[in-house]
């Protein structure tokens, strides 16, 4: 395994522990000694609706809908974390994007990103991909691997054309930019 696929056991009880607030019960993949990083972009993902404020006046939606457009990166490890028990459904290349809640554009589809993000456009979606420069590209939460750990930078103006904010933690760990 390269580098970019090992994260610490240590590390990774700290993401979980600032990051998602998680209290007594932790998936069984981050008891893991080593993690993938599409494990813990999973992860990151499946988590992220915790600390997305909905456009005012707008309850989070139930059951909430993740999607993943292109080809999955996340393999089992998606499909582990929707067992929790939540009020989340999973759909994987769903018919209809703009059902979803959260859209996971994968790298598979770096080519039509620009058709996702108008498809998205004027809907309350909240985007994320780890596509290189897809925060900048007019996505909203994008997932970069910077040495050896996930990072999340936020695209905060396009969010907030939306109506979305995001929890001061998750922005205070996050690299906030407003292009």
Known sequence: MSRLDRFSADWLARVFLLWLGLHAAVPAMAQA???????????LFYRLSQFVYWPAGEKAPSPLILCVVGKNPFGPAINQLSQDGA????????????????LFISRSEAGNLESWLSRT??????????????????GMI??????????IVINRRTAQKKGFEFNAQLLRLARVIEP
């Not at 000694?33 to 992860?43: D, F, I, L, P, W």
């Not at 456009?121 to 897809?134: L, M, Q």
């Not at 994008?142 to 990072?151: F, I, M, N």
């Open 87 to 102: 009020n989340i459904e999973l759909r994987l290349a769903p018919g209809d994007p703009t059902a979803c809640h959260l």
């Open 121 to 138: 456009d004027g809907k309350r979606i909240v985007t994320v991909s780890d596509i290189a420069g897809f925060a900048r590209a007019g």
């Open 33 to 43: 000694q080593v993690v993938s990083e599409y494990g813990m972009k999973a992860v």
């Open 142 to 151: 994008e997932l970069p691997v910077e040495g050896e750990r996930v990072s």
